[in-house]
């Protein structure tokens, strides 16, 4: 499975920003998506996630009412739509995938993308 994630940037506090993520290859026909991001020094650290109906999504504390993680109209896309983007948010975001319910834990999520920088500025 390979994942190609993409739509990163740079905005001010308080734009708007979407982030998209395709998998391709041996895919699955029951799979979860979502997106972690790391700063330097840091560890990489969830942001939500999203089951393959859509059903079911979990949000980091710190993101709750402001992202939405969604699924594409296409099988195997994801995207994070981040509203009231504040500086604390700038970060390089991955997306995961897995096959399987969406469950917490980035050592469940055996797929990764390469990230893409998203840059918040004051």
């Known amino acids: 499975v390979q994942l190609q994630a993409y739509g990163g940037g740079l905005v001010q506090a308080g734009d708007s920003l979407r982030l998209s993520c395709v998998a391709s290859g041996r895919t699955f026909s029951r799979y979860s998506m979502g997106w972690w991001r790391q700063t330097p020094g840091k560890e990489r650290e969830f942001v939500a996630i999203?089951?393959?109906?859509?059903?079911?999504?979990n949000y980091a504390d710190s993101v709750k009412g402001r992202f939405t993680i969604s699924r594409g109209n296409a099988d195997y896309t994801v995207y994070l739509q981040m509203n009231g983007l504040k500086v604390e948010d700038t970060a390089v975001y991955y997306c995961?995938?897995?096959?399987?319910?969406?469950?917490?834990?980035?050592?469940?999520?055996?797929?990764w993308g390469q990230g893409t920088q998203v840059t918040v500025s004051s």
């Open positions: 995961a995938y897995k096959y399987g319910a969406a469950v917490l834990g980035r050592k469940n999520y055996p797929y």
């Open positions: 999203i089951s393959w109906t859509g059903d079911t999504t």
